[in-house]
C-alpha cells in the first residue's frame, strides 16, 4: 500500500540498512530522524521537476495593484498562491502554450506582504504546480523517483560517507525512474490537433 511510511522503507532497502519502520512520523531512530529531514525538501523538488497532472491547479489570481510600476513594464500585480510551490504558465484561452501559442509574459515578484506574479494580463489565470503531501495520488514510478532521490540524500549521514557508493547508484535510478514517470504522464495525455484541410488530407 501507497505510503510515506512505506517509501521511507524503500530507502532503507535501497541503502542496505536493516532497519524498518512501522510509522516513519513516529520513529524516534536515526534513519527515520534522516529521512524526515530530506523529505518536505525532496518531495517539493521533485514535485517541480515537472507538469504532474495530479498536483496541477488552474485559478484565477488574486489582484493586489494595477500598474505596479507606475506603468513601466508591468499593468498587473497578483498574489502569488498560497499552496503554489512553481508557475507554470499564464492560461490563454484554457490552452496550454506551444510552438503556435506563445506564453504570456510573467514575472516574479514581491512586496512587503509576499510574492507576486506581474503581467500585462488582465483577469489573469495561472496554472500552477501545488504542494502535495499525499502519496497515494502520485504514481508508482514518481514514489520509486523519490524514494531513490531520498535515499542519495540520507546515504552519507546512514552508510559512512556512502563509500560503498550506495547514494550514487540511488541518484542514477532516480533519474531513470524520472523519466520513466514523466513518459508515463505524457502518454496519458491527449491533446486535439487542428485537421488538415480536405484539400491537403487529399493530396
Given at each position: ?64 495593484e494595477e500598474d505596479p510600476n507606475d506603468g ?6 497578483y498574489r502569488w498562491p498560497s499552496n503554489c ?119
Open positions: 500500500m501507497a505510503s510515506k511510511t512505506a517509501i521511507a522503507n524503500q530507502v532503507m532497502f535501497h541503502l542496505k540498512n536493516s532497519k524498518t519502520f512501522t510509522n516513519v512520523d513516529t520513529d524516534t531512530s536515526i534513519q527515520a530522524t534522516a529521512v524526515l529531514a530530506f523529505w518536505d525538501d525532496t518531495l517539493q523538488e521533485l514535485l517541480r521537476e515537472f507538469d504532474w497532472p495530479f498536483a496541477k491547479v488552474i485559478d484565477d489570481l488574486a489582484l493586489v513601466v513594464e508591468w499593468g498587473f500585480s510551490l512553481k508557475a507554470r504558465y499564464i492560461v490563454d484561452g484554457n490552452m496550454q502554450p506551444s510552438a503556435q501559442t506563445p506564453r504570456i509574459s510573467f514575472e516574479i515578484g514581491a512586496d512587503t506582504t509576499g510574492r507576486l506574479i506581474l503581467t500585462n494580463e488582465e483577469d489573469a489565470v495561472l496554472c500552477y504546480t501545488k504542494n502535495v503531501t499525499d502519496v497515494t495520488v502520485m504514481s508508482t514510478r514518481f514514489r520509486n523517483a523519490l524514494g531513490y532521490k531520498l535515499a542519495n540524500k540520507v546515504a552519507p549521514t546512514l552508510c559512512g560517507e556512502d563509500r560503498g557508493g550506495l547514494g550514487m547508484r540511488a541518484l542514477q535510478n532516480y533519474h531513470l525512474e524520472l523519466s520513466a514517470a514523466k513518459a508515463e504522464y505524457l502518454n496519458e495525455r491527449r491533446r486535439d490537433t487542428p485537421r488538415e484541410s480536405e484539400f491537403i488530407e487529399g493530396r
